[in-house]
Structure formats: structure tokens, C-alpha cells
């Protein structure tokens, strides 16, 4: 095994984060990737310093194959949100949409479902959280090859640098973006971006954009650790302090599908069922 050895392992996941890795051109010369099915026709895994991991252990495959690499690397790597928290297909965890799907199944070949999709920490020890949705080339980078030299920005809005004034919009803007302006802060424009909580690191490039955050790399190191209710709270506050939005307006918006994909992973990582562990602030990149 030579000591750039790595392999990548996609479980149920839109191959997203893979891209991204590709798109990091840094460790092309200096590092192997000894195995990754989305490039690599080949089957065996071999021994590998590190093992990335993305997409959700959502099938009796996924479950097989995650415990099979897992004892052929010498460290674990979680990357992107569906691999942390799920993505997509854990969407709500919505019992009907699950039952209507089973009921169907018979008429499709199709591998047998788990009965709740899993995270890989559920499933096998973590060395490493990535979270990203997918992340930026430059993180991969970072996790893979210098993960305790690397810093990243506490927060997106550290990485945004939009200035935050004293006009206080009342009502939203919705959720496209419009007529911004390029340096004011989103949330005083009206737009209910979520960047002071969400950790930092991709560099900001939605927000930048004129599109509001909406909390792909997951909850700051401060938010780790509190329940669900905690964030929301907390997130109220801010819009209370930079805005004259009624309160119940953005609680429910805050709650609503168009930001559930990645708000409810803030939750996912203080409220976790037991057995399972809380994940280490430490671990997460």
C-alpha cells in the first residue's frame, strides 16, 4: 500500500461529491486513487490509507459494502450531505411516501430497502466529517491531505464579507434572487439566508451570487452540539435583531420544504438517536 492511497466508495447518492473530488486537481500527481466505480471498472477494493465515503446507507448493499471497505482502510472520510445526514432520500423521513414506494416495489427490480436510511457513522466508525453539498474541490483537498493544518471560516457569513447595515426590511423576498445589491447583507435585503449559522469554508460563492445560504455544509462548530429547537431559536433571534419580519413569518419558513434538505441536518447532529453517538466538533471539517 503506498502512502497515497485512497478510495472512494459511492452508497445511494447522486455522485455529485465524486465530481467534486475530480474537479481537485491538487493531489492528481502526488496521490493514487486506487479505487472509485464511478472512473475505475475495477470491483477490489484494496488496502488503503483512507476511504471516502458518500451517499446514505439506504440499502442491504450499501450496508454490505460500507462494512466490507471499511476494514480495508486505515481511516474513514464521510463526505457531502447525504452521506452525514442523508440527503434527498431522507428527506423528512416521510412514512407515506415510504409505504407508497414498497407497495410498488413489486413491479420494479429494485435492491431491497432498509427500513430507515442510514447514516455511515450509524454504521462504522468516522474519522472525518466532510460536509458539503457537494463540497468544494479545495475541501476535498484539505480533508484528504492536510486535515489538522487547514482552517476554515467559522461561518459562511466570514466567508461572505456582504456588510450587514441598519435597514430593516418587513417582509421576505422569497426565495430567488433578485435586484441585490452586491454588498449588503442578504437578511437586510430581506432574503432569509442562513450563513451565521452555517459552518464555513466553501468560500461563500451562493451568497456572493446574490443567492441566500441555505445551510448545505451544515451547522458551525457552535451549533454542533445544541437540539434542533436550540438553532431555530437561535436563528430567530438574528432575524429578530436585523429585521421587522414578524416572527411566526420566518419560523415557518425557517421549517418549510424549500430549506428542509439541509436545514434539518443541524438537527442530525445534537438530537441523534441512541445508540449513536454525538459527533465530535473535532471530526468535522
Sequence with gaps: MATGDFAVLNLSGCSGCEVGLLNAEAWIDTHRLAYMPLVLSSEDLPQVRQLVVSGAVYTDEDLYRLRRAATRAEQVIAVGTCAISGGVANLGYRDEVRERFFQESDRRHLPRMLPRLLPV????????????????????????????????????????????TRQRPTRLSGFQPGDTDPQMCLINQGYLCIGSSTRGGCRAPCTRAGNPCVGCRGPSDGFIARSAEEWFEAMARVFARMTDIPGDEIDEVLRSPQLSLFVFQFADYGDRPDPVAPRDVKKVL
Design 121 to 164: 457513522d450509524a454504521v462504522v466508525p468516522v474519522d472525518l466529517y466532510l460536509p458539503g453539498c457537494p463540497p468544494m474541490p479545495w475541501l476535498f483537498t484539505a480533508a484528504l491531505f492536510q486535515p489538522t493544518e487547514y482552517q476554515t471560516a467559522k461561518t459562511v457569513c466570514l466567508d461572505c464579507g456582504r456588510v450587514k
